[in-house]
């Protein structure tokens, strides 16, 4: 009787690991999603202007590097910054832009909510803005097996050179700084 207990207790433990198993095993596929550590994106930014080209490139399990460059509406940024008379942009044409974007993801890499610092370099009417958006953040959802979706939305700091002309002999420059929110949307295609 001993032997035949024992027996049974052995097998429904091996039973139930056996079962076990195969329940876990479920939550490890996420539909070949983490395959990939490369995304190349299009991006709108409606509140700024602003229309990008990106590159996203996986550096460790929960962290890439994306680059981005893109052109910027003059008149939507001349519209947003109209009540400072330092920031003296043209009231139209086009500027450009490049900036890197460090990116923490709070799961796998590319896989939803992610924070980010993300220095920016931006030419304008000749002049040279630097904008350091200290806390960027956002979600990047996979539609597909290969498309992305991502939301994204930052705070930070724009700095440009000014002059002023205190008389007709005599100019005075110097450096301002505002407040830089941007909020872009983003469609990717992973490989």
């Known amino acids: 009787m001993k032997k035949l207990l024992l027996v049974f207790t052995l097998l429904s433990i091996f039973?139930?690991?056996?079962?076990?198993?195969?329940?876990?095993?479920?939550?490890f596929d996420d539909g070949g999603i983490s395959e990939y550590s490369k995304l190349v994106k299009i991006g709108i930014d409606l509140f700024n202007?602003?229309?990008?080209?990106?590159y996203?490139?996986?550096?460790?399990?929960?962290?890439?590097?994306?680059?981005?460059?893109?052109l910027i509406s003059?008149?939507?940024?001349?519209?947003?910054?109209?009540?400072?008379?330092?920031?003296?942009?043209p009231q139209s044409g086009t500027g450009v832009f490049?900036?890197?974007?460090?990116?923490?993801?709070?799961?796998?890499?590319?896989?939803?909510?992610?924070?980010?610092?993300k220095p920016k370099f931006n030419i304008m009417g000749g002049k040279l803005m630097t904008d350091i958006v200290f806390f960027n953040g956002g979600y990047q959802l996979p539609l597909q097996k290969n498309l992305t979706l991502d939301f994204n939305l930052g705070m930070?700091?724009?700095?440009?050179?000014?002059?002023e002309e205190v008389t007709t002999v005599l100019t005075y420059e110097d450096?301002?700084?505002?407040?830089?929110?941007?909020?872009?949307?983003?469609?990717g295609y992973a490989f």
């Open 56 to 70: 996203e490139q996986e550096v460790f399990r929960n962290m890439s590097v994306e680059a981005s460059m893109g």
């Open 175 to 187: 450096r301002d700084t505002h407040f830089y929110l941007p909020a872009t949307i983003k469609l």
């Open 15 to 27: 039973i139930v690991n056996i079962r076990a198993q195969e329940d876990i095993s479920q939550y």
């Open 98 to 117: 490049f900036a890197a974007n460090i990116r923490l993801y709070l799961r796998e890499y590319y896989e939803r909510w992610y924070i980010g610092f």
């Open 156 to 163: 930070g700091v724009r700095t440009y050179k000014y002059t």
């Open 74 to 89: 003059i008149s939507r940024q001349s519209n947003l910054h109209n009540y400072n008379p330092r920031y003296d942009l």
């Open 49 to 54: 202007g602003e229309y990008s080209v990106l």
